[in-house]
C-alpha cells in the first residue's frame, strides 16, 4: 500500500469515528432538549444558532490556521472540540453547559452529518488535508467516497443511537470521537505556507462565498428542523426516529458515489441546479400534506439531493483557487453558510412556537432559486472555459 493511501485510510478512519459520534448526537441533542428538559424548539433553535455561529467562526480560524501554522497541528487541535463538548453534556445537562458544548461541538444541525453538521468546525482542514493527499484527477471520486463513509458512519451512528440512554449516548460520542485523534499521529502532511495578507483568488473566494450564504440560509430554515418536525407534528418517538435517521443517512451516502458521474454527465453548475432543484419541489411537500408516510419519504429522499453533488462542489472551489489558499477558501465558505444559517435557524424556532411551520419550507424554496441562478451566472462560463 502506497504512503498516501495508508495516510487516505488513517484519515478515513478518523472521520468515521467522528461520524458515528454525529450521527449519535444528531438524535440524543433534540430528544434531549425537547424530551427530556422539556424545552421549548425556540430553545433548541437556540441552541442550533449558538453551534452554527461557533462552528462558522471556528471554521474559518482553523482553514486560515491550517494555512499559516500546519495542516497536522491543526487537525490534532480541532479533534479534540467534539469529544469535548460531549463529555461536557455526559457530566452537565445545565443549560448553560449545553450552550457551550453546542459551541464547541458545533451542534448546528444546518447540513447533513457528512457534511459536518456536527463537529462541523473540522471539516475545511479535513478537505485540505483530502486535497493535499489526491491529484485532481482523482479528486472527486476520493471526496465522494470520504463523503459517502462518513455519512454511511453517520447513519449507523443514528441508528445505534436507540442502544442507549440519552446521557450515555453522549459518553459514547465523546469515547468514539477521542478515540479517532489516535489515527492522526502517523499521517504526515503535504504543508503549504500561505500569505495571510494575500489571497490571489478571491473573486472566486467570494463567488463560492455568497452562493455558500444563501445556500446557509436556506439549510438553517429547514433542515435543523427535519427531526423536530416529526416530533413536533407526528409526535415520533426517539427509537423509531432514530430508524428514520439511519435510513436517510444510508441513502445519502450511496447517493454520494454518484458524484463522479454526476460531474461526467452534467458537469458542475448541472449537477447542482438538478439535485437541489428536486430537494427543494420535494420539501415544499412537508407542509402541503399530513400523510405521515409521504412525510418519511421526504425525509428519507432530500438529504440524498443535497447532498449528491457536494463532492462536485468541493472539487470544482478546490481546483479554482491556489493550493495555499484552500485552507482559507474552505474556511470563508463554511463561515458563509453557518453565519447566514444562524439567523435562519433563530427564525424557524421562532415559526415553529407560533405554530407557522409553513413558511420556512416556503422561504426555502424562494432562496433555493435564486442560489441556483447564481450557480449558472458565476461558475457557467468558468466551467465551460476549462472544458474547452
Not at 452529518?113 to 463537529?119: I, K, P, Q, S
Not at 504543508?191 to 436556506?218: D, K, M, P
Request: glycine letters at 10%; aromatic letters at 12%.
Amino acid at each position: 500500500m502506497s504512503t498516501s493511501r495508508q495516510y487516505l485510510t488513517l484519515l478515513a478512519v478518523f472521520r468515521g469515528a467522528r461520524s458515528v459520534a454525529a450521527g449519535i448526537v444528531s438524535i440524543a441533542f433534540p430528544y434531549l432538549v425537547l424530551v427530556e428538559l422539556h424545552k421549548s424548539a425556540f430553545a433548541l433553535g437556540l441552541l442550533y444558532v449558538c453551534g452554527a455561529t461557533a462552528t462558522a467562526l471556528l471554521g474559518v480560524f482553523f482553514g486560515f490556521l491550517a494555512d499559516v501554522w500546519g495542516q497536522k497541528r491543526t487537525l490534532y487541535l480541532v479533534g479534540l472540540l467534539l469529544p469535548l463538548s460531549t463529555g461536557l453534556i455526559f457530566c452537565s445537562r445545565h443549560l448553560t453547559v449545553l450552550f457551550l458544548a453546542s459551541a464547541l461541538g458545533g451542534f448546528s444541525a444546518t447540513g447533513s452529518l457528512m457534511g459536518g453538521g456536527v463537529g462541523g468546525a473540522a471539516q475545511p482542514i479535513q478537505l485540505v488535508a483530502l486535497v493535499h493527499l489526491t491529484t485532481s484527477e482523482h479528486r472527486v471520486s476520493i471526496f465522494s467516497l470520504f463523503t459517502f463513509m462518513s455519512g454511511a458512519f453517520a447513519a449507523l451512528g443514528a441508528l445505534s443511537a436507540r442502544l442507549f440512554s440519552i446521557h450515555n449516548a453522549f459518553l459514547a460520542a465523546t469515547i468514539l470521537s477521542l478515540g479517532g485523534i489516535a489515527c492522526l499521529i502517523p499521517i504526515r502532511f503535504q504543508e503549504y505556507r500561505g500569505n495571510i495578507r494575500h489571497l490571489s483568488s478571491r473573486r472566486v473566494i467570494g463567488q463560492f462565498t455568497l452562493t455558500g450564504a444563501l445556500n446557509g440560509l436556506a439549510a438553517g430554515l429547514v433542515v435543523p428542523f427535519l427531526i423536530p418536525f416529526f416530533v413536533i407534528v407526528y409526535h415520533v418517538p426517539k427509537s423509531e426516529m432514530s430508524v428514520y435517521g439511519f435510513l436517510a443517512g444510508t441513502l445519502a451516502s450511496f447517493a454520494l458515489l454518484l458524484a463522479p458521474r454526476l460531474e461526467n454527465t452534467w458537469g458542475f453548475v448541472r449537477s447542482i441546479a438538478l439535485t437541489r432543484g428536486l430537494g427543494t419541489g420535494l420539501l415544499l411537500l412537508l407542509p402541503l400534506t399530513h400523510v405521515f408516510a409521504l412525510a418519511v419519504a421526504v425525509y428519507l429522499l432530500t438529504p440524498s439531493l443535497r447532498v449528491m453533488a457536494v463532492p462536485v462542489q468541493q472539487t470544482a472551489l478546490a481546483e479554482w483557487v491556489s493550493p495555499d489558499e484552500v485552507g482559507r477558501a474552505m474556511g470563508i465558505n463554511q463561515v458563509a453558510r453557518l453565519a447566514a444559517s444562524s439567523a435562519a435557524i433563530g427564525f424557524t424556532g421562532y415559526m415553529f412556537d407560533l405554530s407557522d411551520i409553513g413558511l420556512p419550507f416556503y422561504s426555502y424554496a424562494v432562496i433555493m432559486s435564486l442560489n441556483i441562478y447564481l450557480y449558472f451566472r458565476f461558475f457557467r462560463s468558468l466551467e465551460v472555459n476549462e472544458g474547452g
